[in-house]
T-cell receptor
Framework: SQQGEEDPQALSIQEGENATMNCSYKTSINNLQWYRQNSGRGLVHLILIRSNEREKHSGRLRVTLDTSKKSSSLLITASRAADTASYFCATGMDSGYALNFGKGTSLLVTP | NAGVMQNPRHLVRRRGQEARLRCSPMKGHSHVYWYRQLPEEGLKFMVYLQKENIIDESGMPKERFSAEFPKEGPSILRIQQVVRGDSAAYFC?????????????FGQGTRLTVV
């Protein structure tokens, strides 16, 4: 399976702290994407990073990609209670159109 | 511009019945993807369709499952003779282009429960 794997499975922090989630994958990718899912809801696209990019920023989000280690990280700075959700990484391959999702990291931000 | 619309949001079917899940892509989007999410799991790709064409169905079970995206109307994911193991959340996503580096927008999902 080419499924990504997020680490940790669950993360609990206080408001204002930074949250870091990691994703590892097994084969070469075309791109890697991070999504957020609130409980019982659909997925919200956060960031797409291409295989030839190393870092990308969007507001309080910072994503890095290390293709030599086949890993990516998502950093949320100055977290808020509203950031509480599950975060998934998904890898897009050169062949096919499927996004391969990991099982997600469940983030809890307490006031 | 409404997002990706899926209906119904919740669907309960008895074993052996048929389930029909609908997905209306975002306006202007002609590429539709279906994914399935089991409890505590990530999403698993099922099928990718363009208008009137199935492009990639590598994730579709060989039997009982079918999908279509007609020229007019929503995309339909059809599950015949449902079994308990089909209980899951089914998500549809759409994109404007079939480019792999294009963002896909997801709907709220249909939660299927087979009793």
């Amino acid at each position: 399976s080419q499924q990504g794997e997020e680490d940790p499975q669950a993360l609990s922090i206080q408001e204002g702290e930074n949250a870091t989630m990691n994703c590892s994958y097994k084969t070469s990718i075309n791109n890697l994407q991070w999504y957020r899912q609130n409980s019982g809801r659909g997925l919200v696209h956060l960031i797409l990073i291409r295989s030839n990019e190393r870092e990308k920023h969007s507001g309080r989000l910072r994503v890095t990609l290390d293709t030599s280690k086949k890993s990516s990280s998502l950093l949320i700075t100055a977290s808020r209670a509203a950031d509480t959700a599950s975060y998934f990484c998904a890898t897009g391959m050169d062949s096919g159109y499927a996004l391969n999702f990991g099982k997600g990291t469940s983030l809890l931000v307490t006031p | 511009n409404a997002g990706v619309m899926q209906n119904p949001r919740h669907l309960v079917r008895r074993r052996g019945q048929e389930a029909r899940l609908r997905c209306s892509p975002m306006k202007g989007h002609s590429h539709v993807y279906w994914y399935r999410q089991l409890p505590e799991e990530g999403l698993k790709f099922m099928v990718y369709l363009q208008k009137e064409n199935i492009i990639d169905e590598s994730g579709m079970p060989k039997e009982r499952f079918s999908a279509e995206f007609p020229k007019e109307g929503p995309s339909i994911l059809r599950i015949q003779q449902v079994v308990r193991g089909d209980s899951a959340a089914y998500f549809c996503a759409s994109s404007q282009l079939g480019d792999k580096n294009t963002e896909a927008f997801f709907g709220q999902g249909t939660r299927l429960t087979v009793v």
